[in-house]
Structures are given as structure tokens and as C-alpha cells.
């Protein structure tokens, strides 16, 4: 004997015996979760987007590393919005390079641990 398939509907809360996957919610540490619509509901959702989309949409980005320089002053607000430097690599599996283009700080506590 199995089990009869039955559901909450996300949008109207009522259970159903019929169904619908609309979305797939994929969590980045631990299982994510299905969300099921009566088949009433189900035309009121998105069609699915494909996760494979969402990676190679990233992947032309290219984008592996961001880095923002800022001025503070002893308050705590930003003084001047420097620079934004992009890193780049040439693939998704590629190692971002290394590059003495970013020297250490020049404080006198980074100066003198050298």
C-alpha cells in the first residue's frame, strides 16, 4: 500500500491530493525544499528557473574577486569612496592569479612586522 501524495498549497493553504511543483528552494548548507501549489494556484507562479542558468549568467560575469577601498575618518564615516578593483579569472575552475599589485598596508604595525 503507499501513501497518498498530499500537499499544502503555498498560496491558498488549502491541502490538495494533486500536487504542483513551482519552485525549488536550493539552501547553500543543508537540504532546501519543494513548494507545491494546488493545480488551481499553480498558473498565479513563475514558470521554474533552471539553476544552470543562474550559474552560467554568473560564470560570463567573470567577476572573481571585487575589492573597495575606503577613507574613514576616527567617527566611523566614509571620507572618500575610492577605488573599485575587479579580479578576474578565466575560468570557473581557474585559480585567481597571484599578483604583488596590492602591496600590505604602510601603518607602522604592518610596517614593522616585515
Do not use: W
Not at 75 to 101: F, L, M, Q
Amino acid at each position: 500500500m503507499t501513501r497518498p501524495i498530499v500537499r499544502m498549497c503555498a498560496r491558498c493553504q488549502r491541502t490538495t491530493d494533486e500536487p504542483v511543483l513551482v519552485h525549488e528552494v536550493h539552501a547553500a548548507t543543508g537540504p532546501g525544499f519543494n513548494v507545491y501549489a494546488c493545480s488551481e494556484c499553480a498558473p498565479h507562479y513563475p514558470p521554474m528557473t533552471d539553476p544552470l542558468e543562474i550559474l552560467d549568467s554568473a560564470a560570463r560575469h567573470r567577476s572573481r574577486l571585487t575589492l573597495r577601498v575606503y577613507k574613514v575618518d576616527t567617527d566611523g564615516a566614509v571620507t572618500d569612496a575610492g577605488h573599485k578593483v575587479e579580479v578576474h579569472a578565466g575560468g570557473p575552475n581557474e585559480p585567481i592569479p597571484h599578483s604583488t599589485a596590492y602591496p600590505p598596508c604602510a601603518c607602522p604595525r604592518c610596517h614593522s612586522s616585515q
